[in-house]
């Protein structure tokens, strides 16, 4: 019997999706208006949720070694079959633009975009209009990993070993992998792994995390602050920026972890409805994928209208209507490929 979905993680992955997509749109105007920016900054916390999310419930099950390949193999299905049909659907819009004197699209474009659409997009030179699926190479690692991680027992050891330890080789990753890649991206990393970390040593509803969250809430606002004074205040760079980036990323995902925390314990609150789980699990993921092509880049409907309102409108519309056509274009596929890999 399949076991029952948590309703609370279907309500934190819709706040999770709203805010990415507002963060699209805040980005967007914040070329007018660049103040704003700051809020995108943080409404990056969905995304930092996306990994938490995937961390959490990857935290509560245990792959069987025979299992790997299969687990893998639908796991990259999930993820690639959805995302290849999302490309395919907007170099189809792209080349009606083009058309239309709108935009162009060359073979190279099209080339790179499949590779982002079958998540490759981190070694792609020129990811054009995805980058975006940035998100998928670096879950995809996450997901790839886990039958690794997973044999780590982080209930062993103390809580001082434990947090100088994650903290110490984060940090240390983080860092390091900053040096050679965007810090943002590689973020992703660090985010799953310590949320991972965390939720395999305490359960959610334990005395023991509560304690660990109310720590956390502490130890955030001196780096909050190490943060607003660096990043914002005084617009560091050189080594004092890429301190100021790697603070921002530590920080973000602690803060992400503890807004996790915070909604799924109020949403345990509210009543479980089951037509807002059904569509929020089905399109949330397809929401992202399409979102970008309507809101950013140069095929951005909302400069297409004097009022910006309409055009962000037009633009939300839109984002629906593609998110539902990818749907239901990929769905029959990706099943005959879960069946396939299933039988082999």
Not at 91 to 112: R, S
Not at 178 to 183: E, K, L, R, V
Not at 259 to 279: A, P
Request: with cysteine.
């Amino acid at each position: 019997m399949e076991a029952k979905r948590d309703y609370k993680i279907s309500y934190i992955r819709a706040t999770a999706t709203v805010m990415v997509v507002l963060l699209h749109i805040i980005q967007y105007f914040s070329y007018t208006y660049p103040k704003i920016s700051i809020i995108s900054d943080w409404l990056n916390l969905g995304l930092v949720m996306f990994f938490v999310i995937s961390a959490f419930l990857y935290s509560k099950r245990d792959i069987k070694k025979q299992d790997y390949k299969k687990w893998i193999s639908h796991r990259y299905a999930e993820i690639a079959v959805p995302a290849t049909t999302a490309v395919i659907f907007a170099l189809a819009y792209f080349y009606l633009l083009a058309k239309a004197g709108w935009d162009t699209v060359t073979i190279k474009n099209v080339i790179f975009s499949v590779f982002c659409g079958l998540g490759l997009e981190a070694i792609v030179p020129d990811p054009w209009k995805f980058m975006q699926y940035w998100f998928l190479t670096y879950i995809l690692i996450c997901y790839f990993t886990i039958p690794l991680i997973q044999k780590v027992n982080f209930k062993e050891y103390t809580n001082a070993q434990f947090w100088i330890g994650t903290s110490v080789i984060s940090l240390f990753a983080q860092g390091a992998l900053s040096a050679i890649h965007s810090p943002v991206r590689w973020g992703g990393l660090l985010r799953f792994y310590l949320a991972y970390a965390i939720f395999k040593r305490y359960d959610i509803k334990s005395p023991e995390m509560k304690k660990t969250m109310k720590i956390l809430a502490v130890f955030e606002i001196p780096c909050i602050l190490i943060v607003v004074i660096l990043k914002y205040f005084m617009a560091a760079e050189g080594f004092w920026g890429r301190l100021a980036e790697l603070i921002f990323i530590y920080t973000q995902t602690l803060v992400g972890i503890s807004l996790f925390y915070v909604l799924y314990l109020l949403f345990g609150h509210i009543k479980e409805k089951k037509w807002i789980i059904k569509r929020t699990d089905r399109y949330s993921y397809y929401v992202y994928l399409t979102h970008c092509f309507f809101i950013g880049y140069n095929t951005s409907v909302i400069a297409r209208f004097e009022n910006r309102i309409i055009g962000t409108l037009a633009a939300l519309i839109l984002t629906a209507v593609a998110s539902i056509t990818v749907l239901f274009a990929a769905k029959p596929l990706l099943k005959r490929i879960n069946n396939y890999i299933d039988k082999a």
